[in-house]
């Protein structure tokens, strides 16, 4: 069963591939939650080659039960400041319950990809945890203890978050994040899920102009931003060029162009000359390279 402190399990359904301790294959539409009452099987988990991550439904479906594993304190206590510095010993055995749920091609080399998943899911727990449960000062957060956690763990927790070293964190990330003006509307699911999703519906990979405008823009059709929407125009210039001219594009830049883009001002190689144009002047000087 789930572990006690995680979220409810939703009845979203995914259809995956199964392999049994004979080597046979099945296909089922399962929930997250049936994956821990799996017996002598385990789900097959695709990867995408080029960047190396889980993608299709049964990505889906492991990213969500990673999220659920880790809200187990037992396996997975919350008293670390740091997942890389977490005992090898509690990593080896949460490897372990994943493997004997999950099929992977080659396990020691899916290995850091997925711990390292899982090591997002349980700051994600602490998160939660520490939203919920933080009042005012030290000692009421300490009295404030949720059900499940052991007092140790969340003593350790609370007396780390309430150090200056932690305040003086908190306080950069905040400004870090003020910066991510550009978002995408990919939610949890992965830039590779989401590409691999294209290609089977058009039939082909999209290009990183085409991927860039696909995640950028709302159901309505508006980007998310207008950051996003020049950065998209600048992009789609840029591989106009290259298809139009079979050119290696260099050294962008970006100049007040029509309709008040920023559009790129780039060195484009013709064999052995340099020369620099926009879409709308084919040629507008030569350099030597």
């Not at 594009?249 to 001002?265: A, K, Q």
């Given at each position: 069963?789930?572990?006690?402190?995680?979220?409810?399990?939703?009845?979203?359904k995914w259809k995956?591939?199964?392999?049994?301790?004979?080597?046979?294959?099945?296909?089922?539409?399962?929930t997250s939650k049936?994956?821990?009452?799996?017996?002598?099987?385990?789900?097959?988990?695709?990867?995408?080659?080029?960047?190396?991550?889980?993608?299709?439904?049964?990505?889906?479906?492991?990213?969500?039960?990673?999220?659920?594993?880790?809200?187990?304190?037992?396996?997975?206590?919350?008293?670390?400041?740091?997942?890389?510095?977490?005992?090898?010993?509690?990593?080896?055995?949460?490897?372990?319950?994943?493997?004997?749920?999950?099929?992977?091609?080659?396990?020691?080399?899916?290995?850091?990809?997925?711990?390292?998943?899982?090591?997002?899911?349980?700051?994600?727990?602490?998160?939660?945890?520490?939203?919920?449960?933080?009042?005012?000062?030290?000692?009421?957060?300490?009295?404030?203890?949720?059900?499940?956690?052991?007092?140790?763990?969340?003593?350790?927790?609370?007396?780390?978050?309430?150090?200056?070293?932690?305040?003086?964190?908190?306080?950069?990330?905040?400004?870090?994040?003020?910066?991510?003006?550009?978002?995408?509307?990919?939610?949890?699911?992965?830039?590779?899920?989401?590409r691999n999703e294209?290609?089977?519906?058009?039939?082909?990979?999209?290009?990183?102009?085409?991927?860039?405008?696909?995640?950028?823009?709302?159901?309505?059709?508006?980007?998310?931003?207008?950051?996003?929407?020049?950065?998209?125009?600048?992009?789609?210039?840029?591989?106009?060029?290259?298809?139009?001219?079979?050119?290696?594009?260099?050294?962008?830049?970006?100049?007040?162009?029509?309709?008040?883009?920023?559009?790129?001002?780039?060195?484009?190689?013709?064999?052995?000359?340099?020369?620099?144009?926009?879409?709308?002047?084919?040629?507008?000087?030569?350099?030597?390279?």
């Amino acid at each position: 069963m789930p572990p006690t402190l995680a979220p409810e399990c939703n009845s979203f359904k995914w259809k995956i591939e199964v392999i049994d301790i004979n080597g046979n294959i099945e296909g089922k539409m399962v929930t997250s939650k049936d994956i821990w009452k799996l017996q002598n099987s385990r789900v097959i988990v695709h990867f995408d080659e080029d960047s190396g991550q889980p993608i299709g439904e049964s990505g889906s479906l492991l990213g969500s039960w990673l999220g659920q594993l880790s809200n187990d304190v037992n396996l997975l206590p919350i008293n670390y400041s740091d997942w890389r510095l977490v005992n090898s010993h509690i990593k080896n055995k949460a490897w372990e319950v994943i493997q004997s749920k999950f099929w992977f091609d080659d396990p020691t080399m899916r290995k850091a990809y997925v711990m390292g998943a899982l090591g997002s899911r349980c700051k994600d727990v602490k998160l939660r945890l520490w939203k919920e449960y933080k009042r005012d000062n030290l000692i009421e957060t300490l009295q404030n203890r949720p059900e499940h956690i052991p007092e140790n763990q969340w003593g350790h927790l609370v007396h780390m978050r309430f150090t200056e070293k932690w305040k003086k964190m908190q306080e950069r990330n905040t400004e870090n994040q003020k910066k991510h003006t550009m978002p995408h509307v990919c939610g949890r699911k992965s830039f590779p899920r989401r590409r691999n999703e294209i290609k089977i519906k058009t039939g082909k990979t999209p290009s990183r102009a085409e991927f860039f405008i696909v995640t950028r823009t709302k159901s309505n059709g508006n980007f998310v931003c207008e950051e996003a929407q020049n950065r998209a125009f600048n992009q789609a210039l840029v591989a106009w060029w290259q298809k139009r001219y079979s050119c290696t594009v260099r050294h962008p830049g970006s100049s007040l162009g029509h309709n008040g883009f920023n559009i790129p001002f780039v060195w484009i190689s013709f064999r052995d000359n340099w020369e620099c144009g926009y879409p709308d002047t084919r040629i507008i000087k030569k350099k030597c390279d």
